[in-house]
């Protein structure tokens, strides 16, 4: 079992609020990135990061941000929610091998 | 980028019986080919691999192979069970460093009892 962990699991939260999703991992991996996984099922990498202080976006344009500043943790933030952002948020963390991630299980949210 | 297709998108199968899930990347470049099992409320969790040098590999009743020259590669599952069900995630990477990983697009398999 992967020591990665999300909370919250589940949210649903208004328009408007300012909302963080935490992310930790307990393998001192260097390597961490946030999905967005649609009801379709597809995986779209949002953001990633290769180190403290170091984070990119990803493929998938996101009007969240995240930040790197231990190790262990990388969380995402969104400043204002919209429906729009409602999805499932999957955080992953990989060592020297990019293709062995661990997922944790993810943060269903719901933006009312 | 790499593009990395899969298919089927959904795929039922009768308990016992064989399933197979194919994908296509782009990239001549990617040496890395993994498959991710995601349960229901979990996240996806990597179950096999194969690197390019290698054809085929086997772990108990699922098998991966890879045929480099068309740029494509498969996941068979063979003897299936109710524990199966599961949506299946084929994956590029052109290796290790700071490549990112390409996902497909997913395969959602029922097993009929």
């Known amino acids: 079992e992967a020591d990665i962990y999300q909370t919250p699991r589940y949210l649903v939260i208004g328009t408007g609020k300012k909302i963080t999703l935490e992310c930790s991992q307990t393998?001192?991996?260097?390597?961490m990135y946030w999905y967005q996984q649609d009801p379709g099922m597809e995986l779209h990498l949002i953001h990633y990061?290769?180190?403290?202080?170091?984070?990119e976006k990803g493929d998938l344009s996101s009007e969240s941000t995240v930040s790197r500043i231990r190790t262990e943790h990388f969380p995402l933030t969104l400043e204002s929610a919209r429906p729009s952002h409602t999805s499932q948020y999957l955080c992953?963390?990989?060592?020297?091998?990019?293709?062995?991630?661990?997922f944790g299980p993810g943060t269903r949210l719901t933006v009312t | 980028g790499e593009n990395v297709e899969q298919h089927p998108s959904t795929l039922s199968v009768q308990e016992g019986d064989s399933a197979v899930i194919k994908c296509t990347y782009s990239?001549?470049?990617?040496?890395?080919f993994p498959w991710y099992k995601q349960e229901l409320g979990k996240g996806p969790q990597l179950i096999i691999d194969?690197?390019?040098?290698?054809g085929e590999k086997k772990d108990q009743r699922i098998a991966v192979t890879l045929n480099k020259t068309a740029k494509h590669f498969s996941l068979h599952i063979t003897e299936t069970q109710p524990e199966d069900s599961a949506v299946y995630f084929c994956?590029?990477?052109?290796?290790?460093?700071?490549?990112?990983?390409?996902f497909g697009t997913g395969t959602r398999l029922t097993i009929i009892p």
């Open positions: 990061s290769y180190g403290v202080n170091s984070t």
């Open positions: 393998m001192g991996h260097d390597k």
């Open positions: 992953a963390s990989s060592g020297m091998v990019v293709y062995e991630q661990y």
């Open positions: 990239d001549s470049a990617s040496n890395y």
């Open positions: 194969i690197r390019s040098n290698v």
């Open positions: 994956a590029a990477s052109i290796g290790f460093g700071n490549e990112k990983l390409t």
